[in-house]
C-alpha cells in the first residue's frame, strides 16, 4: 500500500505554522493495480501558504494527469494572487483562471482528465477556500465555530469536477478576514475516502484535537495520524488524501 506524506513548519509574521498531509492509495485500486489517482500539494512564501487536494474521477482514463494539473494550477494562482495579478477577493476571475489553466494542460478529450479540487490560501489577514466537487473543508479559529464551518458545509457530496463542461456555479469561492486579535487557525481538507467517515457533528471536535496534538508535538502524533487514515480502509476501498494546516500565534 502507497502512502505519500507532507510534514512541513514555518512561521507566517507572528504565527508558527505546522502542515501534515497524506495520501493512500485505497485497497481497492490496490486489488486492482490502479495508482493512486488524488494528488495534494504545499506550496509557502513569506506572506502565506497554500494546501490543496484534488481527486481525479474514477471513471475518466487520465484522471490521474488531472488532479496533478489540478494541484499545479493552484500553485500558479497562488503565484498570480501574490503578484497582484489578481486580487483575492475576485471570485469570478479566479474561477474563470482555474478552469481555462487547467484545461490549457490538457492533451485529448479534456472529460478524459476530470477531477475534483478543494484549496485554502492562507495568510495573516485572511484565507481563500474554494473547491468544486466531494471531499470537504472545515475549519475553526480560536477553537470556536466560526461562520468559516456553515459556509464551507455547502460543499457539497454530488460529484461535480473539474471536465470539459464545467458550470461555474459549481465552483465556490470563499474569502474570509481573520479577526486582527486571532490566535489559533485550524483548517483541515480531505477527499472524499477520509470525509465520508467523519460524522458532520464531530468534525470540528477532531478537528480541534488533531491539531492541538500537532502543535503541541505529541508524541508520535505522525503514526498515529497515518494509522487512523489506514484504519478508514476497512470502511472503504477509496483513496484517502488530507491535509492538517495549524496555525497559532507565537508567545
Known amino acids: 500500500m502507497s502512502i505519500t506524506t507532507i510534514f512541513e513548519k514555518g512561521k507566517i509574521g507572528n504565527f508558527d505554522y505546522k502542515v501534515i498531509g497524506l495520501s493512500m492509495t485505497g485497497l481497492s485500486h490496490v486489488k486492482n493495480e490502479i495508482e493512486n489517482q488524488d494528488s495534494f500539494g504545499f506550496h509557502k512564501n513569506s506572506n502565506g501558504v497554500l494546501i490543496a487536494v484534488a481527486d481525479g474521477v474514477g471513471s475518466c482514463v487520465k484522471s490521474k494527469a488531472g488532479s496533478i494539473y489540478a494541484i499545479e494550477t493552484i500553485k500558479t494562482l497562488y503565484d498570480i494572487i501574490e503578484n497582484g495579478e489578481i486580487r483575492v477577493y475576485a471570485n469570478t476571475k479566479i474561477k474563470k483562471f482555474i478552469i481555462s489553466k487547467w484545461k490549457s494542460k490538457l492533451e485529448g478529450p479534456i472529460r478524459d482528465y476530470s477531477t475534483t ?135
Open 117 to 251: 479540487l478543494k484549496f485554502a490560501i492562507i495568510s495573516i489577514s485572511n484565507i481563500l477556500l474554494g473547491g468544486i466537487g466531494d471531499g470537504e473543508i472545515f475549519a475553526t479559529i480560536d477553537n470556536v465555530d466560526y461562520s468559516l464551518q456553515n459556509n464551507v458545509e455547502f460543499f457539497s457530496n454530488i460529484t461535480y469536477s473539474l471536465t470539459d463542461d464545467i458550470d461555474e456555479d459549481k465552483f465556490e469561492i470563499i474569502k474570509v478576514d481573520l479577526p486582527t486579535d486571532f490566535k489559533v487557525l485550524n483548517i483541515f481538507i480531505g477527499t472524499d475516502g477520509i470525509t465520508c467517515e467523519l460524522q458532520s457533528s464531530k468534525k470540528i471536535e477532531f478537528l480541534n484535537y488533531l491539531s492541538k496534538k500537532v502543535r503541541n508535538n505529541e508524541d508520535n502524533y505522525e503514526v498515529d495520524i497515518i494509522n487512523w487514515t489506514s484504519s478508514l480502509q476497512e470502511k472503504n476501498g477509496d483513496d484517502k488524501t488530507m491535509i492538517l494546516f495549524t496555525m497559532e500565534r507565537s508567545t
